[in-house]
């Protein structure tokens, strides 16, 4: 149903119908945005937490790994040094 406005031009009407599936879509989206939040927060608290722990220890690794590369480098280099000396 229209009517004219103020200014001149058709004015809509709204139906109950659609008022209450406006109202329902709004419900859905604030109840969406909660769980959102809470995923976050969840997130923010718990697992970066526990990602930082385990980036701490696969870097330690990382260094033992290192370690252990510079090392067998440095037998490699003394052996083919004494090869050259004898």
């Known amino acids: 149903m229209t009517t004219k406005s103020r200014t001149g031009r058709p004015k809509k009407s709204v139906t109950m119908r659609e008022a209450n599936e406006t109202e329902i879509q709004i419900n859905q989206n604030t109840i969406d945005i909660l769980l959102i939040k809470k ?39 003394a052996s083919a040094f004494a090869n050259y000396l004898i």
């Not at 526990?50 to 490699?76: F, N, P, Q, T």
């Open 39 to 77: 995923d976050i927060h969840e997130i923010k608290s718990n697992h970066l937490a526990h990602l930082s722990a385990d980036i701490k220890k696969i870097d330690k690794k990382v260094e033992k790994i290192d370690h252990r590369l510079w090392g067998i480098g440095m037998l490699i280099v």
